[in-house]
């Protein structure tokens, strides 16, 4: 079996986190953790070798921004995807140019849209990063 694509989704709804979990369930090539706070997010990061965080924009303790900013450029996860349901007047465009995030999409999230980019960026993962042991914040 080839290996497998590591996703953190850190999302503070509980709706949304089901049924992100319960449309990936069936997708062999992806194993998937979700959380609701940014801590939490924090220790799976270092306890999983993650490739995809997907977070939203707004969370309890921060905003979605605010959490990925704090991981170290060049370090796990090298695909990061916020996802909001308001556009944040050129934020988001802005943090994409300046490589902070790998693209963001908005809500209400469309499974196949974001199945789509999730494979358009696995590919682009290679085998190393693939392996690499989680992050240290």
């Known amino acids: 079996m080839k290996d497998r694509i590591t996703i ?3 999302d503070p709804e ?3 986190l089901h049924a992100f979990s319960a449309w990936f369930r069936r997708k062999a090539e992806y194993e998937c953790h979700t959380c609701s ?3 939490e997010a924090i220790v799976l990061l270092q306890r999983y070798p993650v490739h995809i965080l997907l977070a939203d924009q707004p969370t309890p303790e921060s905003t979605g921004m605010e959490f990925l900013v704090r991981i170290p450029a060049g370090s796990q996860p090298p695909v990061k995807i916020v996802l ?4 944040e007047s050129g934020l ?3 943090a994409v140019k300046e490589g902070v995030i790998t693209t963001y999409l908005c809500k209400p999230v469309d499974f196949e849209e974001l ?3 999730m494979r358009v960026v696995s ?3 290679s ?5 690499d042991k989680g992050i240290s914040l």
Do not use: D
């Not at 085998?127 to 392996?131: A, D, E, H, L, P």
């Open 8 to 10: 953190l989704y850190l």
């Open 14 to 16: 509980p709706n949304n």
């Open 37 to 39: 706070q940014v801590e």
């Open 84 to 87: 909001t349901a308001h556009r």
């Open 92 to 94: 988001l465009e802005k």
């Open 115 to 117: 199945e789509r980019w």
């Open 123 to 125: 590919g682009q993962l």
């Open 127 to 131: 085998v190393v990063s693939k392996k």
